[in-house]
Nanobody, 122 residues
Framework: QLQASGGGLVQAGGSLRLSCSASGRTFSNNGVGWFRQAPGKEREFVAGINWNGGSILYADSVKGRFTISRDRAKNTVSLQMNSLEPADSAVYYC?????????????????WGQGTLVTVSS
């Protein structure tokens, strides 16, 4: 079971670090993605990382502000979010890809964790 954590309330310009972990299952050989869904909007891709961290993707809206990383030994994937903006407010989800790689296609992700809420105040 996947679990995303680390969300909270932060002022614009602030930072948060989200973490994705799993119990009872390893995803060290799979790509992992972060997605988010704001109220009234569709869920969208944020960032993805392949199995060994050698290939990383970002949505244009977060490029340069967010950093995805993983610790295979600890079976965790993190999303460091800096220079947060009110538009970043959403429920953030992590998901495990069917393969060793990550992409922007949500239907290629097999396991989804419960989300964590990020609220950025102006």
């Amino acid at each position: 079971q996947l679990q995303a954590s680390g969300g909270g309330l932060v002022q614009a310009g602030g930072s948060l670090r989200l973490s994705c972990s799993a119990s009872g299952r390893t995803f060290s050989n799979n790509g992992v993605g972060w997605f988010r869904q704001a109220p009234g909007k569709e869920r969208e891709f944020v960032a993805g990382i392949n199995w060994n961290g050698g290939s990383i993707l970002y949505a244009d809206s977060v490029k340069g502000r967010f950093t995805i990383s993983r610790d295979r030994a600890k079976n965790t994937v993190s999303l460091q979010m800096n220079s947060l903006e009110p538009a970043d407010s959403a429920v953030y989800y992590c998901a495990v890809h069917l393969s060793a790689y990550a992409n922007r296609e949500q239907d290629r992700y097999r396991y989804w964790g419960q989300g964590t809420l990020v609220t950025v105040s102006s």
